[in-house]
């Protein structure tokens, strides 16, 4: 077996099993390890490799995400319209925090948003449901740049043996920002 490189995890014997840690992208730069356990080194070896995987390509969120209403609420506060117009983000946005206020962004999926914007559908203006979307969709954007959702520009591309036909895959953002576009 090979010595494992800086960053790919180190696995040693634990309490009758045995533990890895794997070290994670933190935006402040400041480290931050995963600590993965397993009754064999094969297991947690599998486990250090899914890990790996998912922090090489982007799907890992950086640390404990906020919840939704307190994101919201920190975005209200500083993103630069007018009083008006956050007035008006902040009646649309009380949707979203009713249903998701208290669910960690990290675990908002598409299934989820879909199905609140289908109940919306049936009790609100097309215009309406329109514009809750809209400002839902700034909103996760924001928590996608910083970091708060996790993302993968191959999760929503074709998958393997697919041919892109003549235009580019635009597959930026998670599946919540996904169930957005849609509409």
Request: hydrophobic share 35%; net charge positive.
């Amino acid at each position: 077996m090979t010595r494992r490189t800086y960053g790919q995890g180190s696995i040693f014997p634990y309490r009758g099993g045995f533990r890895a840690l794997v070290e994670l992208p933190r935006a402040d730069g400041r480290r931050q390890r995963k600590v993965i356990g397993g009754a064999s080194r094969r297991e947690v070896r599998d486990k250090v490799t899914a890990t790996l995987h998912a922090r090489d390509n982007g799907i890992l969120a950086r640390g404990r995400t906020p919840t939704v209403g307190a994101f919201v609420a920190a975005w209200l506060d500083q993103v630069d319209v007018e009083t008006s117009t956050r007035k008006s983000y902040a009646e649309k946005l009380a949707h979203l925090t009713a249903a998701f206020g208290t669910v960690r962004l990290r675990d908002l999926t598409a299934v989820r948003l879909d199905a609140f914007f289908a109940e919306k559908r049936r009790t609100l203006s097309p215009q309406s449901v329109a514009h809750i979307r809209s400002v839902t969709h700034n909103v996760l954007q924001k928590a996608v740049k910083y970091g708060d959702i996790p993302t993968s520009d191959r999760a929503h591309g074709p998958g393997p043996g697919h041919a892109i036909q003549g235009r580019l895959a635009r597959c930026r953002g998670s599946a919540a920002l996904s169930a957005l576009r849609r509409g």
